[in-house]
Structure formats: C-alpha cells, structure tokens
C-alpha cells in the first residue's frame, strides 16, 4: 500500500511539474516576438537621391505596405532598415513616423532620412513590428536609386 501511494505521489509531481513548464513556456514564447518572413503584406521601396536646387540634397527611402487583406488589422510600425551593394552598406532606426499605425487603413507608408546613395543599387532588408508584438522580416532585392533634379 505504501509503494502505490508513492507510486501516486510520483505521478503526480510528474503531471504537475510539465503543467508548469507548459505554462512558463508559453508566457515566455508570447513575451518574445518571434521573427516571421512577412506574407500577408507587400513593401515597395523607392530610393530618391536629391539633387534639386534649393533643397538639402539630402537622399532617402520611401516605404509603401500594402495588406494583402482589404485593411490592416492592426497598427504597425517600422524598426530597422538597411541596405547592402559592393559599394557599402547603410541601415537606420529613423523614421519620420514612430508610433504605430494603420489599423484600419490600405495602406501604411513611412520615411527614412540621410540614405547614402553612394551604395548604389542594394538589396534592403526591412523589420516591421505589429502592435501585439509580432516582428516580420522582408527582404527586397535589387532596389535602384532614382535621382531627382
């Protein structure tokens, strides 16, 4: 009698021990984004180089999301972008919007400063973070610097 409640006891310490690594398990997982590679939106970039008189000549990126749905269903927002060619590489954390938002509209489009054009033509790798906390990775090729005069 005194093996089958230790038996019980055993069992139980066993049940109760991977319940609470479960749990634990999940609320570290849901406190941590995971990087995903995006699929429900779609980035446009497009790389101005100023060279209009009058103005800073300064260069930088335009960021167009398209939800792959009708609206988004939560806000967004930019973290991190950066570019990569033979040339060089140029990345910021800078964006003339730092909050997030969206929710609700077509499309979200967002604006990063002093790119140095000297790279040229470059592949940008792109991390947008949703407002549950989720982060998606894009990657787009081949991105031309377009000069305006």
């Given at each position: 009698?005194?093996?089958?409640?230790?038996?019980?006891?055993?069992?139980?310490?066993?049940?109760?021990?991977?319940?609470?690594?479960?749990?634990?398990?999940?609320?570290?997982?849901?406190?941590?984004?995971?990087?995903?590679?995006?699929?429900?939106?779609?980035?446009?970039?497009?790389?101005?180089?100023?060279?209009?008189?009058?103005?800073?000549?300064?260069?930088?990126?335009?960021?167009?999301?398209?939800?792959?749905?009708?609206?988004?269903?939560?806000?967004?927002?930019?973290?991190?972008?950066?570019?990569?060619?033979?040339?060089?590489?140029?990345?910021?954390?800078?964006?003339?919007?730092?909050?997030?938002?969206?929710?609700?509209?077509?499309?979200?489009?967002?604006?990063?400063?002093?790119?140095?054009?000297?790279?040229?033509?470059?592949?940008?790798?792109?991390?947008?973070?949703?407002?549950?906390?989720?982060?998606?990775?894009?990657?787009?090729?081949?991105?031309?610097?377009?000069?305006?005069q």
């Amino acid at each position: 009698m005194n093996n089958l409640s230790f038996i019980s006891k055993s069992k139980w310490l066993i049940i109760l021990s991977a319940l609470f690594i479960g749990i634990v398990s999940c609320k570290s997982t849901k406190l941590s984004p995971t990087p995903l590679i995006g699929k429900e939106m779609t980035v446009k970039l497009t790389v101005i180089q100023n060279q209009m008189p009058m103005s800073s000549k300064s260069s930088y990126v335009i960021i167009d999301i398209q939800p792959e749905d009708s609206t988004f269903n939560e806000n967004i927002r930019l973290i991190e972008i950066s570019a990569t060619s033979a040339n060089g590489t140029w990345s910021s954390k800078d964006f003339d919007h730092k909050d997030f938002y969206g929710k609700g509209f077509k499309g979200y489009q967002n604006c990063s400063r002093d790119f140095n054009p000297s790279i040229g033509r470059s592949d940008f790798k792109l991390k947008i973070e949703s407002e549950s906390g989720q982060i998606k990775l894009f990657e787009i090729e081949n991105v031309q610097v377009m000069t305006v005069q």
